[in-house]
């Protein structure tokens, strides 16, 4: 938010920020999703009641700030296992596409497709310090990792048997 900024009127001003009060927020609402993962870790507390719970641990409805974090809070350890597997399988999609289309001899395809790994892996990054388990972006990047196999599997299947070994 705009608001959040506004604090910060030079560079300078972000090495006292191990003190800032929003940091300690932060690490509250890590240790709450880490409660709530401990109270309820099987099915978690239904997806989107993070924060219904939040003012359980602290004023306010505040989000994890660690998206795997509140996915294991929210869906437990069962939905928090699908998720991981939703990501690596976004980015077992994208590492075949840029297999198979290197091997076609297809180079600026096979670096699309590395280059989609690159961003799924960027999600996960940030996802451990952003609250956005299943945000649109993220659609976006399966949906393109999806249609990056079904194309160098097609283009594979066109150029012929030799080219289909993974």
Request: hydrophobic fraction near 55%; aromatic fraction near 10%.
């Amino acid at each position: 938010p705009q608001s959040y900024w506004v604090r910060f009127v030079s560079i300078g001003q972000l090495r006292g920020i191990v003190v800032d009060r929003s940091l300690q927020l932060r690490q509250h609402a890590l240790e709450g999703a880490w409660q709530l993962v401990q109270q309820h870790p099987w099915l978690g507390v239904g997806l989107g009641n993070f924060g219904d719970h939040a003012p359980r641990f602290m004023l306010g409805r505040f989000l994890a700030h660690n998206s795997f974090m509140e996915v294991a809070a929210t869906v437990g350890v069962v939905g928090g296992l699908a998720y991981v597997a939703l990501l690596a399988a976004g980015w077992d999609m994208t590492r075949r596409a840029a297999g198979q289309w290197e091997r076609a001899g297809r180079r600026a395809d096979q670096a699309l497709a590395a280059a989609l790994g690159v961003s799924l892996l960027a999600f996960c990054l940030s996802a451990l310090a952003l609250s956005f388990p299943f945000y649109f972006i993220l659609w976006i990047l399966l949906g393109l990792a999806n249609a990056a196999r079904r194309l160098a599997t097609r283009a594979a299947a066109a150029a012929g048997p030799a080219s289909l070994s993974a």
